[in-house]
């Protein structure tokens, strides 16, 4: 039985019982009881019996009065919060929670205390304890009670993100790995408002409210988590948290996070997918603008510029910003709109450095970057055009002009050493594989076995490759481009990289029909996964098995076929009438 009755001058059980034992006249007992306990009312006993005579327990009657009154009671609770001055309305608040918190563990009252605490914004100390220590209570209470418990308590509200934090890298890596290959729908496409609707970003949103010292904590683990696994998708997570409170206008926290504006102006690039003149002089504005003493700021500016949504942006806009050159006749090195692309790619790539060793200073970029490598990648543009021109003049008109087949060294050196220069080349790869660039891709593919950190083999790369390559999928009849493309880039890395293995047989579910059967055949034994392989692999490899078993044709259509076969009767031509 409930004691907090009793504390409250409420008979329950316990009582009725007493009352039971000790009486002489047991009916006459129950009866005061009643009349004693029940709802008092004198219109009401008269129409108890009323009830009576329809078969209506006196049970279920004070069951929905009782329920009746709750309602009530919750919606002035829910009014007392709002009206009067503030003062006031929290005293209110705190009298009825000292009188209804012995009730806490009682089920029909619990919603009562609860809404009380949730309206309090400061809870007693010594009742945010006794809360925290009983797990129902706990479980039952709202989130605005349990963001007072959280924030002097960094241990369990760990506990309460970490499972959404491994749901949301779980979800990242799901739809890079996802079987639905597309050039138009990639891991890209989402816009940064869709994306921020989702279920975790929403969680912690709610989780956070408008306190600045459990986002602190978020933000934290959040560093901690990227230092510790490497993996950029926090980076995302961190950015997409920010603009989620600035989406629902939690100038609290927005005020506060020296991050916000850059942020902001950030997202509206990512919507784009290009960052345009007069954004890239904000952005430039937000940099210049870190002042002494204020360095670590460029910490958390560097994570939100890791976010690998922000990579492809800076990434797009820089081989765009190239294209344009070009046309211009103008170096990289005499564009400050490219100038300050660069410089946001190197804090970005260069985040858990700085994080890490927690020295707070923009990397220095290196000239050769600017004055060798991004020319070389303007000619292998030149390149493309010279051709292309070459291709379409009459025949008589043509240059002895084949396309180039080697890469100069230095491409590839750039690329193994460079993590800048190795990013800009693997999106400049891309994009001539979204334009079925044919020739330059194959003429590049080498360049990508060795790169800085095995960037070609990384998830998100592979996943553009891939959903790339849907477009020159002809291709994949030709013995030349499959030996390349499997042979001499897929398949040196599979052994040792299982996410390749998964990429390839990706890949080859989509467009098994496209390869040549026995370079099909010699690339199902290559790809034929060990003990080591993990389930998603070898899950992989069967879905691709039972493919190409349903294409094989049967043994007895096999032997029927040749008798099937009539010798044709020849026809004249209207030359030899």
Request: hydrophobic share 40%; with cysteine.
């Amino acid at each position: 039985m409930y004691a907090g009755l009793q504390e409250l001058g409420v008979a329950n059980g316990e009582d009725l019982k007493e009352t039971l034992t000790n009486c002489t006249e047991p009916l006459k007992a129950i009866e005061q009881f009643q009349t004693e306990n029940g709802v008092l009312l004198p219109s009401l006993q008269s129409a108890l019996p009323f009830l009576d005579l329809h078969g209506t327990p006196r049970l279920e009657f004070h069951q929905s009065v009782f329920d009746e009154l709750r309602e009530k009671l919750l919606e002035r609770v829910s009014a007392i919060a709002l009206e009067g001055k503030v003062e006031e309305r929290y005293k209110k608040l705190e009298d009825l929670l000292e009188k209804s918190f012995s009730l806490v563990k009682m089920p029909s009252i619990q919603p009562v205390v609860m809404c009380v605490m949730k309206h309090l914004p400061k809870v007693p100390e010594k009742k945010l304890k006794l809360v925290m220590a009983d797990k129902d209570l706990y479980k039952a209470c709202a989130v605005e009670v349990k963001r007072q418990i959280w924030q002097d308590n960094q241990a369990l509200f760990g506990d309460e993100v970490s499972p959404l934090l491994k749901q949301y890298i779980l979800e990242k890596e799901n739809i890079l790995f996802s079987n639905d290959i597309s050039v138009l729908h990639n891991f890209f496409s989402p816009s940064p408002k869709t994306r921020r609707q989702g279920e975790v970003v929403q969680k912690l949103t709610q989780m956070i409210g408008k306190n600045v010292k459990l986002y602190d904590m978020v933000l934290q683990f959040l560093r901690t988590l990227f230092l510790r696994t490497r993996n950029v998708h926090y980076c995302t997570l961190r950015a997409e948290l920010l603009m989620s409170l600035h989406d629902l206008e939690i100038s609290e926290i927005c005020t506060v996070d020296p991050c916000h504006k850059f942020t902001w102006c950030l997202d509206a690039c990512i919507r784009e997918k290009f960052v345009d003149n007069k954004r890239a002089r904000e952005l430039q504005g937000f940099l210049d603008g870190v002042k002494k003493g204020q360095e670590q700021v460029l910490g958390d500016l560097s994570m939100i510029l890791c976010d690998p949504f922000a990579i492809n942006t800076l990434a797009l806009s820089t081989i765009r910003h190239l294209q344009d050159l070009v046309g211009q006749d103008t170096l990289p090195r005499e564009s400050p709109d490219l100038l300050l692309l660069l410089r946001m790619l190197s804090l970005g790539q260069g985040a858990w450095d700085m994080i890490d060793s927690q020295v707070f200073k923009e990397p220095k970029m290196e000239a050769e970057l600017i004055t060798k490598f991004l020319p070389m990648l303007m000619s292998f543009v030149v390149d493309d055009y010279t051709f292309n021109v070459d291709q379409k003049l009459p025949s008589e008109e043509k240059g002895p002009i084949p396309y180039p087949s080697t890469i100069p060294e230095a491409f590839t050196k750039f690329l193994q050493e460079n993590k800048i220069a190795c990013e800009i080349g693997l999106y400049y790869i891309l994009h001539i594989t979204k334009q079925r660039n044919k020739n330059a891709f194959l003429r590049l593919l080498p360049a990508l076995v060795e790169t800085f950190s095995d960037l070609a083999f990384s998830d998100i790369f592979l996943h553009l490759l891939t959903g790339n390559l849907t477009l020159l999928g002809d291709e994949f009849a030709l013995e030349e481009f499959c030996t390349s493309l499997f042979d001499g880039f897929f398949l040196t890395a599979c052994s040792r990289k299982e996410n390749v293995h998964r990429h390839v047989l990706r890949l080859l579910l989509h467009l098994h029909h496209k390869v040549a059967p026995a370079k099909l055949e010699s690339l199902q034994k290559a790809l034929e996964p060990t003990k080591q392989s993990g389930e998603a692999v070898k899950e992989l490899y069967n879905q691709l098995t039972e493919k190409l078993e349903l294409r094989k044709p049967s043994p007895a259509e096999v032997t029927e076929t040749p008798s099937m076969e009539l010798p044709l009767p020849t026809v004249p031509t209207p030359a030899s009438r």
